[in-house]
């Protein structure tokens, strides 16, 4: 049965047309040039269709009065002035818009281009969720008696709507981005001495922080187990296993692009089961014994976005790590001193995020 209808409902999914959205830079050709490469390389990995235009102006009574095209997401113009990058993006139905301005103190350089781009890209990414913009037009205000004070060379130019006598925008502070959590399965393994003595085991971390275009700041807690290893020379082994409970900090950077990075802290405590093991009928080895030590972590990742989908992001982390137990430990048996593990342990972590996207205007 699945054989049969897999292929057609991946032909169906295929023939589903995507939302579009009409993109148009107006400036300086030299400026507009990078800004859409930007724009362009951000809005890569999203379900959407963009068509660009080329306009000489922004002409907003134009843009408001543009019947609604079916399947068309938004309309969105990037306006590079000379001091100022503006842009302005409006809905399906002409009747709520978005207005984002940033100082261009150095023209059109790295910082400006990151602005613009993410701006662009995260208010499409709400309206794909089903989010709203912020500012409302209204289709029908209220007639306005006598002539209208000449405007101050410092106001605004007023929006247009539809029908009706000039109005001027409402507008609405932006908002800080919203908590959001994300769940973390890994694998890591660790050398604890020069023996060697190696652990391998599984960790799960739950995560809440706030995403941002260039580094996002993360909390949270790990829940982990090593699996039980010998180690040891001579007579007498040590067989080892540990679980520890961590409380997590971490930074990351320019986690908006499908390539970024992670650094990671932790600390918390690690409780360990020692279990001697004899090697020959001549060694006596102590009694099994159970203690609780603290744990300090440091860890640097790698971060591949794997999958971008409506409902989150999918991300793969690979990297070096570091252990620190302050505790010095020496594992001693009734016939000597069995193994002595390191203080700084290093190793590497393989892991899995799973991060559910921020639902807008919620």
Known sequence: MLGVHAPVLAVLALAEPRPTAEIAVVGDPADAGPVVRRVASFLADEPLEVQWREASQFELDAILSTPPVRGQLAIVVIELRADEARVFITDDTRMRTLLRRFPLTRGIDELALENIAHCVESSL????????????????????????????????????????????????????????????VGYGMRVWSASPAMQHGPTVRAWIGRDAPRLDVWGGVEFGGWMPREAGRGAVAVRIAAIGLRALGRLGLRSDRIVGATFTA???????????????????????????VPSLGVQASARVRLRRAAWGDVHLLLGPSLDVLPRRLRYRTDVGEAFV??????????????????????
């Open 125 to 184: 990414q709400g309206l794909l969720d089903g989010g709203r913009l912020d500012v409302v037009v209204d289709p029908a205000p209220p007639l306005v008696t006598g002539d209208p004070p000449p405007p101050t060379p410092e106001a605004e130019p007023p929006v247009r709507s539809p029908a009706g006598p000039p109005v001027e925008p409402r507008t609405v502070a932006p908002r800080r981005a919203p908590l959001v959590g994300a769940l973390e």
């Open 266 to 292: 932790a600390a918390g405590v690690e409780l360990q089961l020692e279990r001697p093991l004899a090697r020959s009928s001549a060694a006596e080895p102590a009694a099994t014994s159970t203690h609780g």
């Open 341 to 362: 593990p390191w203080l700084v342990r290093p190793g590497v972590t393989l892991g899995v995020v799973v991060r559910p996207r921020p639902r807008a205007g919620r």
